[in-house]
């Protein structure tokens, strides 16, 4: 297992993140999996003696059981608090008054005080926004964030499903008003979805954000598993993330024989070739089961060559758009020179 800075920060974070979407199975999160406490215990541990440092949940999934679970595992297993990264988030509705939801300052302190209970924690070392709301001012949450922060709730900040411009407007907002900026994207990336490439990646890669990269397998897809067994599973009842069927199945294509000379599943290539991207901090990597589990965690030790590399990368290359083939093409003549140095 190898550890990568989180973001621009001196904290270090495990390659494989433990994602507890599947804990508790209430309501909309039922479908994801049902994974109860003793289950749940024996996935921590597994994740813990791989290596795996950081564990990703949410205050939304399960209405807050998924929290408490995994606070309630990581006691269980008498794990101390600082060989942990803890990372949770808030937005979504958490009861059904019209503010028990968005990232207005009172949601984000009625919750950060729930998720540090649930959690049975002192601290949570990443408190994410889960997504845009389009109702509060960016101003107004980054202020809440800051004072989270400040009053030692949480330690860094995040965020999740934001475009680039959004992104970019709350990091000049932070500068500004000397507040704590965000210092991670959790973002959909997948070797049949590489989306995120035109415009957040070069945007993280400028200032220096880490990269947190939710469901790495495309909801189970690029597992493989679909196409023996059909639409048998997740997918079959909950079919997400949206991906490009004809892209997918070039890629399954080119992933298979891959597996096969190394002797690997097609989710550890999958995996592999996301543990390949320099942009990549931590890949979140949910299960159901153990074997699941065990599976993922065997990605970090598949080396893939340049060779199968560069065609991984060829079969799942995105489709040109404007203004990206103009920017390259305009700056084709400035790539590669000396920055100390020009001729004419």
């Given at each position: ?15 494989l ?11 909309f ?15 921590v ?16 999934y399960?209405q807050?059981?998924?929290?408490k679970i ?20 808030v ?5 059904e ?46 202020g809440?964030?800051?004072d ?8 860094y ?26 210092e991670t ?28 990269v ?25 079919d ?26 097609v989710?550890q ?5 996301l ?27 598949l ?7 560069a065609?991984?990368?060829?079969v ?9 083939w103009?920017?390259a093409?305009?700056?084709?003549y ?11």
């Amino acid at each position: 297992m190898r550890y990568n800075r989180l973001g621009n920060t001196g904290l270090f974070v495990s390659e494989l993140c433990l994602g507890t979407m599947t804990f508790g199975g209430e309501g909309f999160f039922k479908q994801v999996g049902q994974v109860q406490q003793d289950e749940a215990n024996d996935l921590v541990k597994a994740a813990i003696d791989g290596g795996i440092n950081f564990i990703d949940t949410a205050n939304v999934y399960s209405q807050g059981l998924s929290e408490k679970i995994t606070g309630q595992a990581l006691k269980d297993l008498g794990i101390k608090r600082e060989d942990v990264v803890l990372a949770t988030k808030v937005l979504g509705p958490m009861g059904e008054g019209v503010n028990d939801r968005g990232a207005s300052r009172g949601h984000i302190m009625d919750q950060v005080k729930a998720s540090l209970t649930r959690l049975g924690t002192d601290h949570i070392d990443l408190y994410q926004i889960h997504g845009w709301d389009p109702m509060t001012p960016i101003e107004e949450t980054l202020g809440a964030l800051d004072d989270c922060v400040r009053q030692g709730h949480v330690r860094y900040i995040g965020v999740s499903n934001w475009a680039a411009w959004q992104i970019a407007k709350a990091l000049g907002i932070s500068a500004k008003d000397r507040l704590a900026r965000f210092e991670t994207v959790q973002s959909y990336y997948t070797i049949a979805g590489r989306d995120l490439e035109r415009e957040i990646v070069p945007m993280m890669n400028s200032e220096k954000l880490g990269l947190m990269v939710w469901s790495p397998l495309a909801g189970g897809l690029l597992s493989g598993k679909y196409r023996k067994e059909g639409a048998e599973g997740r997918r079959a009842n909950f079919d997400f993330p949206p991906v490009d069927m004809n892209r997918a199945d070039k890629v399954l294509d080119a992933m298979e024989p891959i597996a096969e000379a190394h002797n690997v599943s097609v989710a550890q290539v999958a995996l592999g070739w996301l543990l390949s991207r320099p942009h990549v901090t931590s890949v979140i990597v949910g299960a159901k089961r153990l074997d699941q589990l065990q599976d993922n965690l065997g990605a970090v030790e598949l080396t893939l060559s340049e060779d199968e590399l560069a065609k991984l990368d060829a079969v799942s290359e995105l489709p040109k758009e404007y203004p990206g083939w103009m920017i390259a093409r305009q700056g084709e003549y400035r790539e590669g020179m000396d920055p100390g140095s020009a001729t004419r």
